[in-house]
Protein backbone atom coordinates (compact mmCIF):
# COMPACT_ATOMS: atom_id res chain seq x y z
CA UNK A 1 0.00 0.00 0.00
CA UNK A 2 1.18 3.31 -0.50
CA UNK A 3 1.60 6.52 1.98
CA UNK A 4 -0.95 9.07 1.73
CA UNK A 5 1.47 11.40 1.25
CA UNK A 6 2.43 10.28 -1.86
CA UNK A 7 -1.25 11.12 -2.87
CA UNK A 8 -1.17 13.56 -6.08
CA UNK A 9 -3.49 15.62 -5.72
CA UNK A 10 -5.01 18.09 -2.88
CA UNK A 11 -7.76 19.28 -4.39
CA UNK A 12 -9.14 15.21 -4.82
CA UNK A 13 -9.17 12.81 -2.29
CA UNK A 14 -8.69 8.99 -2.32
CA UNK A 15 -12.10 8.65 -1.59
CA UNK A 16 -13.48 11.23 -4.01
CA UNK A 17 -11.77 9.51 -6.79
CA UNK A 18 -13.67 6.17 -5.20
CA UNK A 19 -16.87 8.45 -5.57
CA UNK A 20 -16.55 9.37 -9.23
CA UNK A 21 -15.81 5.55 -9.76
CA UNK A 22 -18.91 4.51 -7.89
CA UNK A 23 -21.15 7.14 -10.14
CA UNK A 24 -19.20 5.55 -13.58
CA UNK A 25 -20.20 1.95 -12.68
CA UNK A 26 -23.91 3.27 -12.00
CA UNK A 27 -23.95 3.52 -15.89
CA UNK A 28 -22.30 0.73 -16.53
CA UNK A 29 -23.71 -1.52 -19.50
CA UNK A 30 -23.83 -5.21 -17.74
CA UNK A 31 -26.83 -7.30 -18.92
CA UNK A 32 -24.89 -10.56 -18.88
CA UNK A 33 -22.90 -10.35 -15.76
CA UNK A 34 -24.45 -7.53 -13.93
CA UNK A 35 -21.79 -6.97 -12.20
CA UNK A 36 -21.25 -2.97 -12.66
CA UNK A 37 -17.07 -1.95 -12.88
CA UNK A 38 -16.43 1.67 -12.99
CA UNK A 39 -13.09 3.49 -13.06
CA UNK A 40 -11.76 7.26 -12.41
CA UNK A 41 -8.72 8.39 -13.62
CA UNK A 42 -6.74 11.46 -12.00
CA UNK A 43 -4.04 13.55 -14.03
CA UNK A 44 -2.20 16.75 -13.63
CA UNK A 45 -4.27 19.54 -12.69
CA UNK A 46 -6.71 17.43 -10.73
CA UNK A 47 -8.57 16.25 -14.17
CA UNK A 48 -10.40 12.95 -14.14
CA UNK A 49 -12.14 10.80 -16.65
CA UNK A 50 -14.71 8.26 -15.65
CA UNK A 51 -15.27 5.09 -17.65
CA UNK A 52 -17.19 2.17 -16.99
CA UNK A 53 -17.07 -1.58 -18.62
CA UNK A 54 -19.59 -2.13 -21.64
CA UNK A 55 -20.93 -5.68 -22.19
CA UNK A 56 -21.79 -7.72 -25.58
CA UNK A 57 -24.11 -10.19 -26.78
CA UNK A 58 -20.55 -11.29 -28.23
CA UNK A 59 -19.25 -11.84 -24.56
CA UNK A 60 -15.53 -11.67 -25.77
CA UNK A 61 -15.52 -8.75 -26.51
CA UNK A 62 -16.61 -6.96 -23.74
CA UNK A 63 -14.37 -4.53 -22.32
CA UNK A 64 -13.15 -3.89 -18.49
CA UNK A 65 -13.87 -0.37 -16.80
CA UNK A 66 -10.14 0.37 -16.80
CA UNK A 67 -9.36 -0.16 -20.13
CA UNK A 68 -12.32 2.12 -21.36
CA UNK A 69 -10.98 4.69 -19.33
CA UNK A 70 -7.30 3.92 -21.57
CA UNK A 71 -9.16 4.64 -24.37
CA UNK A 72 -10.89 7.24 -23.80
CA UNK A 73 -7.94 8.97 -22.19
CA UNK A 74 -5.58 8.35 -24.87
CA UNK A 75 -8.37 9.67 -27.37
CA UNK A 76 -8.44 12.42 -25.71
CA UNK A 77 -5.27 13.41 -25.99
CA UNK A 78 -3.99 12.64 -22.48
CA UNK A 79 -1.65 10.95 -21.04
CA UNK A 80 0.16 9.64 -18.01
CA UNK A 81 -2.80 9.22 -15.50
CA UNK A 82 -1.41 9.34 -11.67
CA UNK A 83 -4.07 7.46 -10.01
CA UNK A 84 -6.91 5.24 -10.88
CA UNK A 85 -10.01 4.11 -8.81
CA UNK A 86 -11.81 1.03 -9.16
CA UNK A 87 -15.27 0.00 -7.89
CA UNK A 88 -17.11 -2.79 -8.64
CA UNK A 89 -20.20 -5.16 -7.29
CA UNK A 90 -23.14 -7.12 -8.55
CA UNK A 91 -26.09 -5.01 -8.68
CA UNK A 92 -27.70 -7.64 -5.82
CA UNK A 93 -24.36 -6.91 -3.82
CA UNK A 94 -25.44 -5.34 -0.01
CA UNK A 95 -21.99 -4.36 -0.30
CA UNK A 96 -22.73 -2.62 -3.69
CA UNK A 97 -19.01 -0.34 -4.28
CA UNK A 98 -17.77 -1.06 -0.70
CA UNK A 99 -15.76 -3.68 -1.18
CA UNK A 100 -12.05 -4.37 -3.34
CA UNK A 101 -12.55 -5.15 -6.90
CA UNK A 102 -8.87 -5.51 -8.08
CA UNK A 103 -8.23 -4.63 -11.52
CA UNK A 104 -7.53 -7.75 -13.43
CA UNK A 105 -4.02 -8.81 -14.83
CA UNK A 106 -5.17 -7.53 -18.91
CA UNK A 107 -5.83 -4.34 -17.65
CA UNK A 108 -3.24 -3.93 -15.08
CA UNK A 109 -0.91 -4.43 -17.80
CA UNK A 110 -3.15 -2.15 -19.95
CA UNK A 111 -2.22 0.77 -17.20
CA UNK A 112 1.48 -0.06 -16.84
CA UNK A 113 1.99 1.73 -19.99
CA UNK A 114 0.68 5.29 -19.35
CA UNK A 115 2.65 5.47 -16.41
CA UNK A 116 4.69 2.88 -13.98
CA UNK A 117 4.14 4.73 -10.84
CA UNK A 118 0.28 5.27 -11.18
CA UNK A 119 -1.53 4.89 -7.52
CA UNK A 120 -4.56 2.40 -7.69
CA UNK A 121 -7.19 3.19 -4.91
CA UNK A 122 -9.36 0.47 -4.11
CA UNK A 123 -12.63 0.27 -1.80
CA UNK A 124 -12.66 -1.97 1.56
CA UNK A 125 -14.99 -1.76 4.74
CA UNK A 126 -12.32 0.36 6.48
CA UNK A 127 -12.50 3.17 3.55
CA UNK A 128 -10.41 3.88 0.57
CA UNK A 129 -6.94 1.71 0.08
CA UNK A 130 -4.62 2.90 -1.75
CA UNK A 131 -1.71 0.67 -4.23
CA UNK A 132 1.23 1.14 -6.26
CA UNK A 133 0.55 -0.16 -9.59
CA UNK A 134 3.99 -1.61 -9.96
CA UNK A 135 3.02 -3.99 -6.74
CA UNK A 136 0.49 -5.13 -8.12
CA UNK A 137 2.01 -6.16 -11.28
CA UNK A 138 5.57 -6.69 -10.11
CA UNK A 139 8.01 -7.86 -13.12
CA UNK A 140 5.35 -6.71 -16.24
CA UNK A 141 6.06 -6.93 -19.79
CA UNK A 142 7.84 -4.20 -21.20
CA UNK A 143 10.07 -3.35 -24.37
CA UNK A 144 12.28 -0.75 -21.75
CA UNK A 145 15.46 -2.76 -20.69
CA UNK A 146 16.01 -0.25 -17.89
CA UNK A 147 12.67 -0.76 -15.95
N1 LIG B 1 -14.42 -6.20 -15.41
C1 LIG B 1 -13.91 -4.93 -15.44
O1 LIG B 1 -14.57 -4.00 -15.91
N2 LIG B 1 -12.66 -4.72 -14.94
C2 LIG B 1 -11.86 -5.69 -14.42
O2 LIG B 1 -10.73 -5.40 -14.04
C3 LIG B 1 -12.37 -7.06 -14.30
C4 LIG B 1 -13.71 -7.33 -14.84
C5 LIG B 1 -15.77 -6.44 -15.94
C6 LIG B 1 -15.84 -7.26 -17.19
C7 LIG B 1 -17.25 -7.81 -17.13
O3 LIG B 1 -18.13 -6.86 -17.71
C8 LIG B 1 -17.56 -7.90 -15.64
O4 LIG B 1 -16.55 -7.12 -14.98
C9 LIG B 1 -17.55 -9.30 -15.09
O5 LIG B 1 -16.37 -9.96 -15.41
Not at 8 to 17: F, G, H, Q, T, Y
Not at 25 to 47: Q, T
Not at 51 to 78: L, P, W
Not at 87 to 92: A, I, K
Request: proline share 5%.
Amino acid sequence: MSKREDWPSEKISPEDLLNMAREAADRAYVPYSRFHVGAAMLFENDEVIQSCNVENASYGITICAERAGVVIMVSQGKRNPLAIAVVGSHETSDDYFKIECPPCGACRQALMEFNTNMLVVMASKDGAKVFELKRLLPHSFTFDPDF
